[in-house]
């Protein structure tokens, strides 16, 4: 990450960081209509989008973890914390 030396942003020391893992219950499609509001899925035509997420959706469903019911989708949130000097 770079930070100036001059200005606001100059006030501050340098961030520090951590992670934090956790999980979220989801069943197959829960998670690929999530999928299907992301960016990425809304800027596709919408047959390229319809053809990735049936890919995304068969793929699940091929998963012993994620054929069936609920499973835990693993997650992590990224934190940067800075400190004014």
Known sequence: ?????RGAA????????AEFPHGQRRTADSL???????AGMLVLPEPERDATLA?????????PETARGEFTFPMRTG????RRL
């Open 1 to 5: 990450m770079h930070l100036p030396g």
């Open 10 to 17: 100059a006030r501050f020391g340098w961030p520090k960081q």
């Open 32 to 38: 690929v209509a999530t999928l299907a509001t992301r």
């Open 55 to 63: 890919r995304i959706r068969a793929f699940l469903a091929t998963r």
């Open 79 to 82: 934190v940067l914390r800075g």
